[in-house]
């Protein structure tokens, strides 16, 4: 394996095994890899991986099973729950490629799922993890309470509605920040929205310890519901109150419709890149993944003007309950609304963007833990299965209102939002100060917040990981 990597500017690699890509990629001739391929660096395997996942992507969407399956037993050779960044996310890829495949056959998927028990409380444990591992969650928060304190300056009778109400850390921190104002507190009421009615009692019981300790007026209404059943006439909103709406990573679930992807053409034919390309991008220098994928993924799948999606950065797409549930928090005349999302596309209409985006995004994510937390953690591996693999495979093997995680970008949030009748308010410097101040003290390198039309974007290096964007009603300018 010695003098793989030429120097830059170098015409060949002539001893790299990238450059049989081209003989072998996915031929049915292949069962499995070369036996160098088990061999490779851990960069020249990230490469190979790449290239074997956008293949394998690309005969799923054509509906080749028998190539897909070839392609999948291929990577299996490389791919690794718990080695490295890229083995890792070709693990959860080639899952959810495989469970897209097999609800080819009804019956075969269900018998397979027939036994797996979905917990809540699993999911509540693991979000906790995130909001540990990552700062994202925190910084949301912090940005979320900066918001509402401004715009709630003066208030005596202030009414938050919750739209995922399960980390009281959140609103530990705008009780104590309530109670230092020179006014003194206002009188708080939340309204927690979640589907578990546990998690909601224990949200009651820590809030109130600290009110009670803080010597704060303060009530909180629980409703157990999902997002999309919601019934606004149990918020009781109440005549006098000032009202803020938080919504962290919850709106683009309303953005589910039943779609159906065979009225749409998927690429006809496997696109990969061909061996002169795999050979030019590994004499590079190092690069992460993310910054490979961002850079060079276009000469990796481009799509056809049969694949355009369904919605483009000036198009949102069109969801009757997210319209519906827009009206009807205008109709509660809310005096801010705090939005947080990820800042990715991946409710596009054709499987192989989605599967591009989603690498772009997982890429940076993976990222983030593989440069803080050791690869043998187990905290590690369940956020990483069980929240980024969960929503991988809800992304690539689900349609129709099956596919709840059609995260979009904030252009799109701002004009659907704006066609709703909301105006942006623009987040604070201050605001920006605090989220920076929560990186710094918690020691948290290589994340950035930046500032983009008003709204605060958190990154991981220079990737937009997700965006906090404030709105009021446009009668409040």
């Not at 696109?271 to 030019?280: A, D, G, I, V, Y």
């Not at 949102?316 to 801010?336: I, Q």
């Amino acid at each position: 394996m010695a003098g793989m990597v030429q120097e830059e500017g170098s015409s060949s690699v002539t001893s790299s095994p990238l450059q049989f890509f081209s003989l072998m990629s996915l031929s049915p001739g292949f069962g499995s890899p070369y036996p160098w391929l088990r061999e490779l660096k851990s960069e020249e395997r990230g490469l190979c991986l790449i290239h074997l996942l956008v293949a394998c992507a690309n005969h799923v969407a054509a509906g080749s099973v028998e190539n897909a399956n070839i392609g999948l037993e291929q990577i299996s050779h490389l791919a690794s729950p718990d080695g490295d960044t890229m083995q890792r996310i070709a693990a959860y890829f080639t899952e959810a490629l495989a469970d897209r495949m097999l609800k080819a056959w009804p019956g075969l998927h269900k018998a397979l799922n027939s036994t797996k028990i979905a917990s809540v409380t699993e999911e509540i444990i693991v979000q906790k993890l995130f909001f540990e591992l990552c700062p994202f969650l925190k910084l949301a928060y912090v940005i979320t309470n900066q918001a509402i304190v401004e715009a709630m300056e003066g208030e005596k009778m202030v009414h938050i509605i919750d739209l995922y109400s399960f980390e009281p850390a959140q609103w530990i921190n705008l009780l104590q920040t309530l109670s230092a104002r020179p006014e003194g507190p206002p009188h708080l009421r939340i309204t927690g929205i979640h589907e578990q009615k546990e998690v909601l009692e224990q949200m009651a019981l820590r809030l109130t310890e600290e009110a009670e300790k803080l010597d704060i007026p303060f009530q909180f209404n629980p409703i157990v519901s999902k997002l999309e059943n919601l019934d606004l006439e149990s918020l009781r909103v109440k005549t006098g109150e000032a009202l803020a709406v938080s919504s962290v990573l919850q709106l683009h679930s309303l953005l589910a419709i039943d779609d159906d992807p065979h009225k749409r053409n998927s690429p006809s034919a496997p696109k990969t890149p061909n061996s002169n390309h795999l050979q030019r991008v590994f004499q590079m220098n190092h690069r992460t993944l993310g910054e490979w994928l961002e850079k060079d993924s276009i000469h990796v799948f481009s799509p056809s003007p049969d694949s355009a999606s369904a919605s483009t950065p000036l198009s949102p797409a069109a969801s009757a309950k997210m319209g519906n549930f827009l009206n009807a928090l205008w109709g509660l005349s809310p005096k801010l609304m705090v939005v947080t999302e990820q800042e990715s596309n991946h409710n596009g209409a054709t499987l192989m963007e989605r599967v591009m985006e989603a690498l772009n995004f997982y890429a940076a994510m993976f990222d983030c833990l593989e440069s803080t937390v050791s690869r043998a953690s187990i905290e590690r591996q369940k956020v990483e299965k069980m929240l980024f693999g969960e929503e991988i495979k809800n992304i690539i093997a689900c349609e129709g209102t099956e596919r709840k995680e059609r995260h979009e970008k904030l252009e799109k949030w701002i004009l659907r939002l704006e066609l709703a009748g909301f105006g942006r308010v623009p987040l604070s410097y201050h605001g920006m100060l605090q989220a920076r101040r929560l990186l710094q003290n918690y020691g948290y390198d290589g994340y950035k917040i930046k500032e983009e039309n008003g709204c605060l974007v958190m990154c991981w290096q220079d990737r937009p990981l997700f965006s906090v964007s404030a709105w009021r009603l446009r009668r409040y300018d």
